[in-house]
């Protein structure tokens, strides 16, 4: 068996030591352009789990590495002049270079063939041949990979510094131009990582396209000065760049192999692109020794075998390339809360779980939303709307689609607004008129449904809603508008907290809001008209539901969305209660556990305006870590009764809301 | 949660007689339900008429398609040939239906491809709304109702229009995490409760090997894929048990377990090992 191994980073290294110990007669060569001694790029960061897995392939390596590691458990948030800890994250970081040096040494005492300066152009013969050669592989263009490059998150330059963090440090600067904001971590006695992120328009606006590299350096040591006291920044090569995240359908093409950032990449702000590629290497190596060197089923193996986990990895570390593109519209929230917001950004941190690592984090995050030292979690701090106090953020009663007349109504038993009673302990009257999606069957039945005799429809569009759906009329704007005065009018006289005008899901004011489903370009004219007059006759706190995006190629966009809820909040709403979808029966939806809550986080902290989110929320975690970071204020839970009572304990009167008199 | 188990429509060496005498013993044994699979460019039985027999051999399990790709068949036939099974069985049946993973189904049907989605879409609409005004019978009441697939579209299509999700199989991580899109897509469309969820797997409790080259042969299409079916292979009664526990706690209401080879007793070592 022999193997070539093209690209002598950490992950061909590493897959050069562990074919080796694994059958001492396999051929391994690694070829790599570059001196044994360049690198690019500084420190490189892993975390307990990745050591673990590394301790278990091979004893040596992970003794070396873990003997010259930095250490730290502690995460740095400096921001508006504050930071903002929290310790329990267990990282550990190693200068590359030195790396490099541990894994060389490996190798050549394992009789691992290393060749430097060596510039591959075609394919090797051999048994096996392995791309580790990077982002822009070379291996990888000579093969079929089904691969995809695409610029990812802001842009970046990557320094080094010779201060020495005592922690994984953030930090965001703001400036005229934009936030910018920092990525720095220790990686040896002497030295930091110190990586400089914006928004492309921040970069463009402050002209960085035209900065050498001198320029750069000199323009990032003194917008951070502060941060770097005195000390300076190194440049290795250090230019703005765009990260690039890497894609690929299948991994192998015959005997040729992709591992690291060759197969894939996680954008750097998770701090995992070499942890997955050793993890590569550990899977590649030991899908072979399963497979007793047979190439093609130990491709398929490793294909499978990696396949979830990066694909994982790589959603996360997505998530969090955009959570630093869209930083800036999260500067209004307090230290503490915007600190949350960070660490939970990839949803890989919970309230729950940050609680064991780091209870004094959420105890402080608890008190200031409860407003005492020793306040409860956040699902359970007080929430006030236009004079309604909220015990907890998880207690709204929703009525359900009340219709505001008859012929407004989804289905028979559809109440009207005339012969709602409001239950006891109901808050939230959800005012609607179904506009092309009324006149169907029982809900127990299913959705969308015609009735075989129904009654007219209305809406702006003369489609159909779904199959089967009659044809809807043109509606009498006017007379709508009334039945919706009429109803609101009638709420003050019920015991009712809060009143929502559903825009959503297709019914008739969501279907004027989208381009799927109203030809006329003014969309926004006839549903702010009845927001007007609703404003105008109910003092209370007033909400609004609203498709957030349509979930379609031609329908709005969350951008689209966005920006409608800012001008509800402009004409007296209190509450975005987000929603997404539906517009259209055969929109592309996304379902999954939280599937409303990035829309929600997007639509309070761009449009400023409180939010109510749902979209299945199955515990109450769920609640407090949405909250606690400011992505909604109040959310709908998906809980059995008989759970929430046991969550409240007896005094399940948290669960109601007070209007205050 | 309830078990019910597969009839060896595809499975190498199977006749008819033989996929009566699984129903009988099936009808007799624990299982709740008895179904099948759907494929044209197989040598397979065809799921409707394989269901009609089956219902003359039995008078206790629910038979279901697991599911069958709807829009290769007429609606308003295939409509018929339910209400029919339905009417044959005394109301036992559950018709699950998806697009189907295979282009080359619809070639050999004669369907388009394109636009397969909104034809089940029509379909469901169809079969559950009575859209007809009934004179297609007899009475399609109380015909369970699932939809299978993956995409949001197909989530959002069993909301719409069913009673719950036929899941394709898996571990049971992978049946939890499409549970939760289930109810989540359950709930977004405002209905009461929560969706029916149908789990499936493979078993082979006699000679493995026949079990796993049948599995890797009905799977060829997927490619490297298919390595990871036959790993997933059920073939020893610790297997079994620990599948099924699984699966119960990731909340299924209806494991199916497929035999993965035609032989009878296949059938009595299921039994043995979820005694």
């Known amino acids: 068996m022999r193997v070539e191994i093209v690209g002598g980073g950490p992950a061909g290294l590493y897959l050069a030591i562990l074919l080796k110990r694994a059958d001492a007669g396999v051929e391994v060569r690694v070829l790599e352009r570059n001196a044994p001694d360049a690198t690019f790029g500084f420190g490189v960061v892993f975390s307990e789990e990745t050591l673990g897995a590394l301790r278990d392939a091979d004893p040596e390596t992970h003794m070396a590495i873990t003997d010259t590691f930095a ?85 970046f330059v990557w320094f080094g510094t010779d201060l020495v963090f005592d922690a994984f440090t953030f930090i965001f600067r703001e400036t005229d131009s934009g936030l910018y904001n920092v990525h720095a971590y220790p990686y ?53 760049l765009d990260f690039l995240k890497v894609t690929n359908r299948v991994w192998h093409d015959g005997r040729v192999v992709l591992l690291g950032d060759a197969a894939h990449t996680a954008h750097f702000s998770i701090g995992s692109g070499t942890k997955l590629a050793m993890e590569d290497s550990i899977a590649l190596a030991a899908s072979f020794v399963r497979r007793k060197w047979d190439v093609e089923t130990a491709l398929v193996d490793y294909g499978l075998e990696r396949g979830g986990a990066v694909e994982r990895t790589q959603s996360a570390a997505s998530e969090s390339a955009a959570y630093f593109g869209r930083v800036g519209s999260y500067t209004q929230l307090e230290p503490i809360q915007f600190g949350f917001n960070l660490l939970t950004r990839s949803g890989r941190i919970t309230h729950a779980s940050l609680g064991v690592r780091d209870p004094q984090f959420t105890r402080a995050l608890d008190g200031w939303l409860g407003g005492a030292e020793v306040s409860p979690p956040p699902a359970f701090s007080p929430f006030e709307l236009r004079g309604v106090r909220f015990r907890t953020r998880f207690g709204l009663r929703p009525s359900g689609f009340v219709a505001v007349s008859p012929e407004a109504r989804i289905t028979h038993e559809t109440p009207a607004i005339d012969d709602w009673k409001a239950p006891a302990g109901q808050v939230l009257l959800q005012l609607g008129h179904a506009g092309a999606r009324g006149a169907c069957q ?68 969501g279907a004027y809001l989208s381009p799927l489903t109203n030809p006329e370009n003014e969309r926004l004219r006839f549903p702010l008209s009845i927001l007007d007059a609703v404003r105008a006759v109910w003092p209370g706190a007033l909400a609004v539901r609203l498709s957030v995006t349509d979930w379609h190629p031609r329908g709005n966009s969350v951008e689209d969305g966005i920006a409608i809820a800012r001008t509800l909040a402009e004409h007296g709403c209190d509450l975005v209660h987000v929603e997404a979808g539906q517009t259209v029966h055969d929109d592309r939806p996304e379902y999954r556990r939280g599937f409303l809550t990035a829309l929600s986080d997007r639509v309070r902290n761009e449009a400023r305006v409180p939010t109510l989110v749902g979209g299945h929320l199955t515990t109450v975690d769920d609640a407090n870590t949405i909250v606690g970071a400011g992505r909604a204020d109040l959310c709908l839970l998906d809980l059995p009764p008989r759970q929430v009572e046991r969550t409240l304990g007896a005094s399940n009167s948290l669960l109601l809301a007070e209007v205050r008199p | 949660m309830n078990v019910g188990v597969g009839l060896p429509t595809t499975t190498p060496g199977v006749t008819g007689e033989l996929l009566l005498e699984w129903a009988r013993r099936a ?179 006699g000679d493995a090997e026949t079990g796993n080259d049948y599995l890797r042969d009905y799977y060829a299409f997927t490619g490297p894929f298919a390595e990871r079916i036959v790993a997933a292979n059920l073939t020893s009664g610790r297997a079994i048990k620990d599948f099924v526990r699984g699966y119960a706690e990731a909340g299924c209401d209806e494991l199916v377990l497929f035999p993965t080879s035609s032989a009878v007793d296949e059938l009595d070592r299921l039994q043995e090992a979820l005694a």
């Not at chain 1, 050498?212 to 703005?240: K, M, P, V």
């Not at chain 2, 008078?59 to 029919?84: D, E, H, N, Y």
């Not at chain 2, 070639?107 to 609409?125: F, I, T, W």
């Open chain 2, 27 to 205: 009808d007799d044994g624990p299982f709740s339900s008895v179904a099948v699979l759907d494929r044209v460019v197989y040598d397979s039985f065809e799921p409707f008429a394989v269901l009609a027999a089956a219902a003359g051999v039995t008078s206790r399990v629910r038979l279901a398609t697991m599911i069958a790709i709807g829009p290769l068949r007429s609606t308003a036939l295939m409509a018929k040939q339910a209400a029919s099974i339905h009417g044959l069985s005394g109301g036992r049946l559950t018709l699950g239906l998806a697009v189907g993973a295979r282009t080359e189904d619809y070639e050999a049907a004669g369907v388009e491809h394109r636009g397969r989605g909104r034809k089940l879409a029509q379909q469901l609409a169809y079969i559950r709304g009575g859209v007809d005004g009934h004179r297609v019978g007899p009475a399609r009441e109380g015909i369970e109702l699932l939809v299978g697939g993956m995409s949001g579209q197909a989530f959002s299509r069993m909301a719409r229009y069913a009673d719950g999700y036929a899941h394709g199989g898996g571990p049971p991580r992978a049946f939890e995490s499409a549970a939760a899109r289930a109810r989540a897509a359950w709930g977004d469309l405002g209905r009461e409760g929560r969706p029916r969820l149908w789990g499936q797997g493979y078993f082979a409790l």
């Open chain 1, 188 to 240: 040896d006695e002497r030295m930091s990582t110190f990586i400089v992120e914006c928004p492309r328009e921040t970069w463009l606006v402050d002209g960085h396209a035209d900065r050498s590299e001198e320029e750069t350096l000199a323009f990032c040591e003194q917008l951070f000065a502060n941060d770097l006291r005195g000390r300076e920044l190194f440049s290795n090569r250090s230019i703005w």
């Open chain 1, 442 to 509: 029982p809900n127990s039945v299913g959705a969308d449904l015609p009735l075989a005799e129904g009654w007219p429809l209305v809406s702006p569009s003369r489609e159909p809603y779904g199959p089967f759906s009659p044809v809807p009329g043109a509606p009498d704007e006017a007379a709508i508008r009334d039945r919706f005065i009429t109803a609101a009018r009638r709420a003050a006289d019920l015991d009712v907290a809060v009143v929502e005008l559903d825009m959503a899901h297709g019914y008739l004011l």
């Open chain 1, 71 to 155: 250490r730290w458990d502690r995460i740095d948030i400096r921001y508006q002049g504050r930071v903002v800890s929290s310790r329990g994250h267990s990282f550990s970081a190693i200068a590359r270079r030195r790396l490099l040096g541990i894994l060389q040494r490996r190798c050549h005492s394992l009789g691992v063939a290393l060749e430097f300066g060596v510039e591959v152009e075609e394919l090797p013969e051999a048994d096996l041949v392995v791309g580790a050669d990077g982002v822009n592989s070379l291996v990888r263009r000579l093969g079929d990979f089904g691969t995809k490059v695409e610029p990812e998150g802001s842009k």
